[in-house]
């Protein structure tokens, strides 16, 4: 057996920050060697960040890729660095005609880099097509299989989906009798993933025969979310690593490993994949030592998380990523003293700090007492900044203008809120989040122009039922933490979260008057939006038909006003963005 000590940097790019995510390669390759480590590993596509969508296209973005990695790898070496064989995803370009693409095709694609060299150049196997990803539409598939001899161990590479797919590079590294398989990722977040994850992970490291390293990236790019949650496994799929999630981190496993059979030596020979396609395995030697003797250092093991923290981690994490990585300083929202307002800015003031959280006050001729008080104490018990600005002469003006009633005088009343809060963010440089959740969003209660106005949707993706829950878990969680600021004990006044839900904009208006109870049309739309249930099935489900006929009718007359609502983070497996993508002019309906 041979010790292999390695580090898996989990680190948070930005998309299109070459400069920036090179120096991220920089710092965590000598933080790893300081730490006596024999490689590092860096996650998928790190120099570019991740997913770069159609910049993939564009040859100037391809090319400046491929520039960074040279230079990097040159910069590595200048800097006392060269001796460690470093691991990075980027984008390259196909030289060579390949899937009936032109020579220039986009490869999404890992190197290894040594000695101020690109020593090896490989490109993910399996190419994802479904939920989030549009692989398929950028990049040629690989068929190399890089295999790197460092300390006497051979430590075969693939890229992320290589591991979803059956056959292709671990059917690969089984027949290399490779001692380690590292896999690079751009994973990204929803809800128990973790759980799935190991379980694959332990899989194909039980089929490939030798253990496996996985390094995910972590932070937010736009609607996503990456949860880091890099693990180490051994040959039986036993965990012996596992990072933080939600963090940057480096982490650190000494791992005892077979050692390379001194017969196999460099070159290039193909192999079966297994999924009907031949890999072409490419070995090359770094080192055969040194070798370390006594015991091996324990390695981390993070505590996993509860569900509401993990979903909690998502939001903040989505939030202080679009709002840093896009250049705002500061973030204001509406505070109506109702729940989804109340989680949106306690999210805002982990994420970013109650100083950078702005909340106007718009109460109408409508809004209750109790909610203006409500609001007024959540903005004590957080430090957030507040003014009120009453919305009643407003209103009243527009109607000297206009004759609107029932609905469109509703709706007017959110449009005002929205233009002043849209006129603050112009004035002041804010970013404006939106607070609505996914069961209003689902059936389009939600105003066009009021209420779904601003840059991005800290909750649109949670149903209001799990806005309940969170905002429950947020109020006995004590900070400072990994994603938490120290706003006190229950920093969501409890009468907000036990209120009957009602958007107060009529007399004695409840939420109950036009919709279901949440619980039960959040049941519903979990099955219809997340599932694809169609009427038929959902009646099968138990669903009442009525109320099925109805919800459907609802949801699918919304998706107008759903493709203007901004982005926000996803944690479901289906949110309503890149995941989700219907007609909006469809004359279909699930029952005729």
Not at 491 to 517: C, G, N
Request: hydrophobic residues 40%.
């Amino acid at each position: 057996m041979a010790r292999l000590r390695i580090a898996l940097a989990q680190v948070n790019p930005t998309v299109g920050d070459l400069g920036g995510n090179a120096e991220l390669v920089v710092s965590g390759a000598r933080r790893a060697l300081e730490a006596g480590a024999d490689l590092a590993a860096f996650p998928e596509m790190v120099l570019t960040g991740y997913p770069v969508e159609d910049l993939a296209l564009r040859g100037s973005f391809a090319e400046a890729s491929r520039r960074c990695l040279v230079e990097l790898a040159a910069r590595l070496a200048a800097e006392g660095l060269g001796e460690l064989p470093v691991a990075v995803g980027y984008l390259d370009r196909r030289e060579t005609a390949a899937a009936g693409q032109p020579p220039g095709a986009p490869e999404n694609s890992l190197a290894w880099l040594h000695r101020g060299e690109v020593l090896l150049r490989s490109a993910k196997h399996h190419l994802p097509n479904y939920g989030v990803f549009d692989e398929f539409r950028y990049f040629v598939p690989g068929d190399r299989l890089p295999v790197v001899r460092i300390a006497g161990v051979d430590v075969a590479s693939a890229i992320c989906e290589d591991l979803w797919q059956d056959g292709g590079p671990v059917s690969a590294t089984a027949k290399a009798r490779a001692g380690l398989l590292l896999v690079i990722n751009g994973s990204p977040y929803e809800r128990s993933k973790d759980d799935v994850r190991l379980e694959l992970c332990a899989r194909r490291a039980r089929e490939a025969g030798c253990a496996l390293a996985y390094v995910n990236m972590v932070g937010g790019q736009d609607e996503l979310v990456f949860d880091g949650d890099s693990l180490v496994v051994d040959a039986s799929g036993r965990l012996l690593a596992r990072a933080p999630r939600f963090t940057e981190d480096l982490l650190i496993a000494d791992l005892d490993l077979p050692e390379a059979d001194s017969s196999l030596g460099e070159g290039s020979f193909p192999l079966d994949a297994g999924d009907g396609t031949t890999i072409t395995v490419e070995r090359r030697f770094v080192s055969d030592g040194p070798r370390r003797d006594g015991p091996a250092e324990p390695a981390p093991l993070a505590e996993p998380l509860d569900d509401a923290a993990e979903v909690y981690g998502a939001l903040v994490t989505g939030v202080r990523d679009y709002v840093r990585k896009n250049g705002f300083r500061s973030v204001i929202l509406g505070l109506s003293g109702g729940i989804d307002s109340a989680l949106v800015a306690a999210i805002a003031a982990d994420a970013l700090g109650p100083e950078k959280v702005h909340v106007v006050l718009m109460p109408s001729r409508y809004s209750s007492d109790h909610s203006v008080s409500d609001a007024e104490e959540l903005v004590k018990r957080q430090g957030l900044h507040a003014r009120t600005l009453p919305i009643r002469d407003l209103v009243e003006a527009y109607e000297r203008e206009l004759e609107l009633t029932g609905l469109a005088a509703e709706n007017l009343q959110a449009r005002i809120r929205g233009n002043l809060l849209m006129g603050l963010s112009n004035q002041h440089g804010h970013l404006v989040l939106t607070t609505g959740n996914k069961s209003e969003l689902a059936v389009g209660y939600s105003t066009l122009y009021g209420d779904s106005a601003g840059g991005f949707g800290p909750i649109k993706d949670l149903t209001k039922t799990l806005v309940w829950e969170l905002s429950r878990w947020r109020n006995t969680q004590m900070g400072p933490g990994p994603f938490l600021a120290a706003l006190g004990p229950e920093p969501i006044p409890v009468a907000i979260i036990e209120k009957e839900p009602s958007a107060e904009l009529r007399p004695d208006q409840r939420d109950v008057d036009s919709l279901p109870p949440y619980e039960v049309l959040d049941r519903l739309l979990d099955d219809y939006v997340e599932r694809d249930l169609g009427h038929d099935e959902l009646v099968a489900a138990g669903h009442d038909p009525a109320l099925v006929e109805r919800v459907i009718l609802l949801v699918d007359r919304a998706e107008y006003k759903r493709r203007q609502y901004p982005p926000g983070p996803k944690i479901t497996g289906k949110n309503f963005g890149r995941d989700r993508r219907l007609p909006i002019t469809s004359r279909w309906r699930e029952k005729h």
